[in-house]
């Protein structure tokens, strides 16, 4: 064999050696001599051996998950909040060259954010106004990775441990919430009764006839019920027409005494001519005239 045909077997060993197969969701980062050369792939790629080597990065998106962190809110309420961060490898080569370690910087640097993001706001922010949060964590972390070739698409809390203490607060704040909603449901409901009464008395009032029809219907409820007493209601315009009758009848100048004694007496003539069987009031003595001396 030839020295010829040995350079050319070492040839080929080291072109095979040189060869590297990267995925389609894998870059390259390849260096020469110590010096970066170029991001390289998907698909095969030729990387010369002993004097060039590369680090592969994932494309993919990454779920980054934020542990328990221990947070105290500007209300001065202690609790534990966790998140999780979505994020992927923009620049694979800033992610090489600029950051030793992308994935635990970017963990540490949400840790850290996320402390100093929840403590600005207070425990009922904190609960309503979940998605205000995110916003803002997203955008303060994509800021500071973006130097070092990070994106970060979304960053979502998951998590808020309260302690027993506040939850049972909570759950006596909610209580006298709804307590005071149902009372203010309860005081509109009335005063939009009392505007229909009120305008059912009006046009009642014009006509005479339709409180009949009322206390005909009431009975009608009544004796629905199967009941052994029902109470009929009488309108004191009814009586105080009987009263003017039996006033006429009386001689002119008669004493005030008179008058209302007589109105008494129609007025219960009156209830025994529409309740049969009630008893007649006895008569008041009458007053003794004065002595003339």
């Known amino acids: 064999m030839g ?7 070492v ?22 001599l110590g010096r970066y050369w170029h991001t390289k792939g998907p698909g095969l790629i030729f990387l010369p051996s002993m004097i060039a080597h590369m680090h592969r990065v994932s494309l ?15 209300d ?11 994020m992927k490898v923009a620049d694979p080569a800033a992610a090489i060259i ?20 929840l403590g600005q706001h207070v425990l009922d922010e904190l609960l309503t106004e979940r998605e205000k949060i995110n916003e803002t964590l997203k955008a303060i972390i994509d800021a500071r990775t973006a130097e070092w070739g990070i994106e970060v698409s979304a960053v979502e ?6 302690p027993k203490e506040m939850q049972r607060a909570m759950a006596r704040q909610a209580e006298a919430e709804r307590e005071r909603r149902a009372k203010i449901i309860n005081a509109e409901g009335e005063l939009q009764a009392s505007e229909k009464l009120t305008e059912a008395a009006r046009v009642i009032g014009t006509q005479p006839a339709a409180i009949q029809l009322r206390y005909l ?8 019920e199967k009941n052994s007493t029902i109470i009929f209601p009488l309108p004191i315009e009814l009586l105080g027409a009987f009263g003017d009758i039996y006033r006429r009848t009386l001689p002119p100048g008669a004493p005030a005494a008179m008058a209302h004694e007589s109105l008494a007496s129609g007025a219960a003539k009156a209830l025994a001519a529409l309740v049969p069987g009630t008893a007649l009031p006895a008569a008041a003595p009458a007053a003794a005239e004065p002595k003339k001396v």
């Open 98 to 117: 600029q950051i030793e370690n992308y994935l635990y910087a970017t963990s540490q640097l949400a840790q850290t954010t996320l402390r100093a993001v």
């Open 217 to 224: 219907q009431t009975v009608t409820e009544i004796a629905s």
């Open 76 to 86: 001065n309420v202690s609790l534990k909040v966790n998140a999780v961060l979505y």
């Open 11 to 32: 040839a080929a060993l080291y072109t095979l050696s040189s060869l590297r197969i990267i995925r389609q969701y894998e870059r390259a980062v390849s260096f020469f």
């Open 157 to 162: 809390v998951k998590d808020v441990d309260l």
């Open 60 to 74: 993919r998106i990454v779920a980054l998950d934020i542990p328990p962190q221990e947070v105290i809110t500007r």
């Open 3 to 9: 020295v010829v045909e040995i350079l050319a077997i």
